[in-house]
């Protein structure tokens, strides 16, 4: 497969160098070709930045201590917070003043070689010497013991991910202050940090008289039936509509942030993931480029939209959201000419089938309830993996299948790359994808070349990931009130699952309590401590294309905080009560991580 792979990053204008190079998803393999475009990194503007750039702990308030942001030589104003990227900073100290030291002594040689000599170069006291040459030991010793710490079977991203999941632990611990904010805390420890607990699981109750479903089969999955068999011609947007015109306004949006996807969904007669997957491939050209007839096309999307269920939030309208959201994504300017058309097919196909036949249930719910999904992918990522299935399978139908025409090389490797996407949609893995882009970004800032190579899949499938991850968590930044119907979808689907738990006799998690929910502390927690970061990052990568979508976030964030109703008790809580409710809160993040406490970055 040929694509563009690098980013370049520097502190110039925008997108200049990239090469195209031959590889392979299952290898890695890969030739150079051609040389061409890249990414530009420029200065961010100065704004509220996440918890990330905190100290790690109060041992990185120690004046002799590795502090847990640092500055980066190059990015003066930058501050590195993976632990990786700080090692490289801190290893390129060690050779900056290695290389003073030896100069300063090779000088002190020189004065008392020529002691004659009217004019000596400027010259460093011993003080000054004795100072910088304890400064260098010191961080020496401090890469070290990171070097020493660090387990060979771990990328460098988990270093990053393991520091990032305890700095979140202490903060949702301080923001614990109260039964709320407990059960924020909750929500968002056991919804985007994959957890390892013990599980008290029901026994499975199997109704001797009622047969089970073979679990070689894919549950959900109905015939498909051809949409377009009886159309004359097929609409000018691809679905039928009491009012074209409005509809064609809609859609001239697709490539704006912030579509109204709930209007879409009125005008295109339900069909929103239709009428914007149609309009998108259209506009890329993609029924060109891999030879997709439409009919087939529209048979899929009006096919796989039959797939989506009709629960609160799940449902098409999301799958629109997020296939719509990817697509202004990909087409950020910073990304320009970077991934192939193959790799952008992907990346949307993965964000249409992203969610399909979602019941409206987490993995976790399913997995207390034993259901048989739960069984059939042995609890991992129970959901993305179901969604998957479905998706593909929908392809076997021969009116279906948008895909004929690839060769075989390139349906295994959309395939994968399909696959690979999807499962990063599952929150628990959210920290791993935020640490491994943030590291990616801090590294290449601290090897002061100002390029990102994306020669490899791990390296450029890692950015999609990412993408169509901040595409899935995009809600809190989209204009205000769109994002207010977000919320009291999800909110309305958190609600049924905990009525389900409560008649089951189950745990009723976090959040799902209709009776005992805070709706307002909610959403400021989740955008402090789980979207604003990744977006931030994202940020980062593709500068200055999603300051706009910042801005948006911080004024939904402080709308949501100016909701919160000020508790008397809270606030003249004393510092020992405090400290009480912080306690009752500490999570257990995984039992890996519990091998990295001692790694301080």
Known sequence: MEFPCRITLVTLHRPIICRNKRFDTQDESFEKEASSGGLVLQTQPQRRESFLYRP??????????????????????????????????SLKTVRNNYVSLTEASERAGRR?????????????????????????LAELDWCLDQL????????????ASSKFKRMLNRELSNFSDSKSGN???????????????????????????????PLSQISGVKKPLCHTNSLTQLPKYGVESDNEMELGKLLEDTGKWGLDVFRLDTFS??????????????????????????????????????????????NRIHACDVTQSVHVLLS???????????E???????????????????????????SELALMYNDLSILENHSLAVGFKLLQDESCDIFHNLNKKQRQSLRKMAIDLVLATDMSKHMSLLADMKTMVETMKVAGSGVLLLDNYTERIQVLQNMIHCADLSNPTKPLEIYKTWVELIMEEFFEQGDRERAEGLEISPMCDRHNATIEKSQVGFIDYIVHPLWETWADLVHPDAQEILDTLEENRDYYQNLIPISPTTKDAPNSQLAAAAEKIQFHITSEDDDQTQLDS
């Not at 020529?114 to 170069?121: D, F, G, L």
């Not at 940090?193 to 026994?203: F, N």
């Not at 952008?344 to 034993?370: C, E, K, R």
């Open 148 to 159: 020493e710490n660090i387990h060979s079977h771990r990328s460098v991203g988990d270093m």
């Open 332 to 342: 950020s300017p910073a990304l320009e000419n970077v991934f192939t058309d193959l």
């Open 183 to 213: 059960q924020v805390s909750e929500y968002i420890c056991n919804t985007f940090l994959d957890k390892q607990t013990e599980l008290d699981l029901p026994a499975l109750c199997v109704d001797e008289g009622k047969g089970g479903s």
């Open 56 to 89: 790690d702990n109060e041992f990185d308030l120690s004046p002799v201590s590795r502090h847990s942001s640092i500055g980066s030589s190059e990015y003066c104003e930058d501050l590195i917070v993976t632990p990786f990227a700080q090692i490289l900073a």
């Open 112 to 136: 008392l070689s020529n002691s004659n000599s009217t004019t000596s170069p400027k010259q460093i006291s011993d003080e000054e010497y004795g100072k910088l040459a304890s400064e260098t």
């Open 344 to 370: 952008i097919l992907a990346t949307l196909f993965a964000a249409a089938v992203h969610d399909v036949d979602h019941p409206g249930v987490t993995n976790q719910y399913l997995v207390n309830s034993s």
């Open 269 to 314: 007669n339900q069909r929103p993931l239709t009428a914007v997957a149609y309009q998108i491939f259209r506009e890329r050209d993609l029924l060109k480029t891999f030879k997709i007839p439409s009919k087939t096309l529209l048979n899929y999307l009006m096919t796989l939209e039959d797939h989506y269920l009709k629960v609160p939030y799940h």
